[in-house]
């Protein structure tokens, strides 16, 4: 998991977070979509939520674009067994700087993942639709399409089948898309996520193992314009679980961990350093830890993101940093 910008001397670590807006109440969050059955996807600007299949792509699209329909299968099957249908298949990684297994990070790398990741979550588009969707200023030539393809298809290589995982179009009606094979890191959290979140704190292992699979912001720092309502989907629900997980690790008794409450806040942190939800659980387990420094450190640095973005305070911070540093502070542990 990635360590946290912020830093002091005292507490049970060095690792300082901060985070987004949601509810105090790890039983009220929504939980995410079931990654076996279809379930909501972020709209895209000006449209409806669509929906969407456990591994982020529309159902109504994947099965236009293979000619078969999305299967749903039973809800137990989440978990490591959905991991090991093919070990060795390609995995596009968006939780983070877009990456994808076996494509170089130089040259024309950069573009073949970000096709890719595309391709998993857009399938079936038109070739002029991806090359806007590729590049919204200048949009690619189809030639340009196809040579990327072509380099995508060299990197992926095949499955234990021979089967390629960016498939060839036999003719001008086949979709553009890839295997059924390839995973994603999203599917992934997903997977735990919905797992572990009617768990309680018994779904403390999946929900942090999913909180170790985030690399910073969704898609990087410079989205492509498709990306963007995913990636705000995406950074919604990573700080739901950062937030689950610092509720249930802060206070005392059997699961109290300030490190790993104080790691979830860095991981969210890391995300989206304006989520004021996750600066309140930050003071909290500076609080619970008897960190007055930490504290202020906390209260600190979510004034100074609000004064750069030009906001207030939400009542509710200011009413825990009022309760906090109070005469009657001591009251306010647990909450």
Known sequence: MPASPFTAGTGDSEIYPALLAASTDPASLKLLPDPKAPGKAPAEPGTEPAEMTPDGRAPQKAAE????PQETPAAEAVGEDTQAQDLHAPEIRVLGPVEV?????TGHGPSQARLAA???FRPGRSADVLCADMD????????TLNARLQGLRRALGNDPAG???VPRRRSGDDPYELSEAVRCDWARFTQL???A?????AGLPDLEKALGLIRGRPFGTRPLPWAEPYQQEMSTRIIDVAHTVATYRTPTGPHHDLTAARQAIATGLDVDDSAELLYRDWMRIEHAAGNRAGLHTAITRIQDINRKIDCSLENETEQLINDLLGPTGGRARGR
């Open 193 to 195: 996520a919905q797992r």
């Open 65 to 68: 674009a293979t000619g078969r």
């Open 118 to 120: 595309l391709l998993y």
């Open 136 to 143: 919204p200023v200048s949009p690619w030539s189809t030639a």
């Open 101 to 105: 297994t076996g494509v170089a990070t």
């Open 163 to 165: 089967n390629a995982y």
């Open 197 to 201: 979140l009617p768990q309680g704190t």
